[in-house]
């Protein structure tokens, strides 16, 4: 079965310092992933997505992410925080056969931003 | 802003009140989506809609009730919930269900308390 782990629930970052958020996923065969943000009180905003192709993928916000098929992970990653990237972040697998309103989420990683 | 608007933004009930959340998107989308999400829990999906058609209800209890009038507009019929039910329920659009590369759009979501 599908599933997405992020094993860190809560992240503390120093504003200017980088980030690493983890995901992992189990799929089958060769996975859609997607990372999205949410701030407090909003909806989910994609911040980027991977299909195929160049596993280093470029986002919105100053956010990248690299697919790595032989570990399975698919982890986010920021040079250098700003305080507005307190958030929290969730990772996802789209399910077979679906497009990307039918995914499957982890359980997310809240990220707090120290000054 | 993602072209998603979900009313009402908070609503409170009674175990034994009727009440409906909206969702209406003007994107020319096919696909209307409602998730779940919990503390502590993944978002989870509820319900999908395609061409105003179901084509997915994940074991959802009977006293949530879909209602896609048509493209644009995606209704959730709530009645004698519980109070486990409070949660922020989220609307997401695509343009077509099939399509795995579609992006989804979400809405800002409906924070419901159950009282």
């Known amino acids: 079965a599908q599933s997405v782990t992020q094993p860190d629930i809560h992240i503390t970052v120093s504003e200017g310092a980088s980030l690493e958020l983890r995901c992992n996923y189990s799929?089958?065969?060769?996975?859609?992933l997607f990372w999205y943000v949410q701030s407090p009180g909003q909806g989910l905003q994609l911040l980027l997505k991977?299909?195929?192709?160049?596993?280093l993928v470029q986002g919105i916000k100053g956010f990248e992410a690299e697919f790595k098929r032989s570990q399975s992970s698919f982890n986010l990653r920021k040079p250098s925080v700003h305080w507005s990237d307190a958030a929290e972040y969730f990772c996802a697998v789209g399910a077979d056969g679906g497009s990307q309103g039918n995914l499957i989420f982890g359980k997310g990683t809240k990220l707090s931003v120290k000054p | 802003e993602t072209g998603v608007t979900q009313t009402p933004r908070h609503l409170v009930m009674g175990m034994t009140n009727k009440k409906s959340l909206k969702c209406e998107q003007h994107?020319?989308?096919?696909?209307m989506y409602w998730y779940k999400q919990s503390a502590k829990k993944p978002l989870e999906l509820m319900f999908v809609?395609?061409?105003?058609?179901?084509?997915e209800n994940n074991s959802v209890p009977s006293r949530f009730s879909p209602e896609c009038p048509n493209s644009s507009h995606l209704f959730l019929h709530l009645h004698t919930l519980q109070p486990e039910d409070s949660a922020l329920y989220l609307c997401?659009?695509?343009?077509?269900?099939?399509?795995?590369?579609?992006?989804?759009?979400f809405g800002q979501g409906t924070r419901l308390t159950v009282v």
């Open positions: 997401a659009s695509s343009r077509d269900r099939a399509v795995r590369t579609d992006e989804a759009f």
């Open positions: 994107l020319g989308h096919n696909a």
């Open positions: 809609y395609n061409f105003k058609e179901q084509t």
């Open positions: 799929y089958g065969a060769t996975p859609y």
């Open positions: 991977y299909f195929s192709g160049d596993t």
